[in-house]
């Protein structure tokens, strides 16, 4: 479930009321808190649910979905080799995103998220078919430097990214659930696996959603995009 750079520790799990496997873990800070005045917050409860094949299924829980609002659509888009793109109108930094990516002929393609508008900050996801691996790219995340320590070892500066073993079978897709809450990225992929990330972008213009596409076409269908409340009024 974690992988070096989530920054994910202390998993704890509990059988709700309605016979749910419920998980959820520790995200340290990068930061200091001496800095900050606080450190480190827990992830969005997970729901685990076995499988046929005795995997474990990873969703978000359905009362997530109480915290939506002002739903928005896009059409389906449809990139080459080589084209980046800015999904309109899907602009926060405290989101749900859900789509599905058909990877088509390319082996390196992927998405940007907390991107300001001429690329100052992002963190980048991209998919590498011919590896079976997903990385996350959070070495400009942040104009600030921010180093990570991650258990004995410390992530700086030319070595933020984070690797994640996944393999797709013959002609599947990717089918993404997306949580952007400031610092903390949950990925659902599949309900196969979630990929956690903390970044700190420090520009107001951290915001956009973008999708590209490497060295062949892509297909992304079915994107919407939800605001999230928050849990708590206070």
């Known amino acids: ?17 309605r016979g749910r496997r419920i998980f959820w873990g520790w995200l340290r800070d990068a930061r200091a808190w001496e800095e900050t005045g606080w450190n480190s917050i827990m992830t969005l409860p997970w729901h685990f649910t076995p499988a046929q094949d005795n995997s474990l299924k990873i969703d978000p829980v359905e009362e997530l979905r109480s915290l939506r609002y002002d739903e928005k659509h896009h059409d389906d888009v449809t990139l080459s080799a080589g084209e980046e793109v800015v999904v309109d109108g899907f602009t926060s ?15 390196q393609f992927g998405m940007k ?30 104009e600030e ?5 991650c258990g004995r070892m410390l992530l700086t500066s030319g070595s933020l990214k984070q690797t994640i073993p996944y393999a797709l079978a013959g002609n ?7 949580f952007v809450d400031r610092s903390v990225i ?34 992304a269908k079915n994107i919407v995009k939800w605001d ?7």
């Open 186 to 219: 949950e990925i659902f992929v599949n309900s196969d696996i979630c990929m956690v990330q903390r970044v700190y972008p420090m520009r107001k213009d951290s915001k956009q959603f973008r999708l590209f596409a490497s060295d062949g076409k892509i297909a």
């Open 145 to 149: 430097e921010i180093d990570y320590p």
């Open 228 to 234: 999230m409340d928050a849990t708590n009024p206070w």
């Open 1 to 17: 479930l974690s992988w070096l750079g989530a920054m994910l520790s202390g998993p704890e799990t509990l059988i709700d009321d």
């Open 113 to 142: 998220l907390l991107c300001s508008d001429n690329g100052e900050e992002e963190t980048v996801i991209t998919y590498e078919t011919q590896k079976e691996q997903f990385v996350i790219d959070f070495e400009n995340a942040s």
């Open 93 to 107: 930094d405290c989101m749900e995103i859900k789509l599905t990516i058909e990877p088509g002929a390319a082996t």
């Open 172 to 178: 599947e897709v990717l089918n993404f659930d997306i």
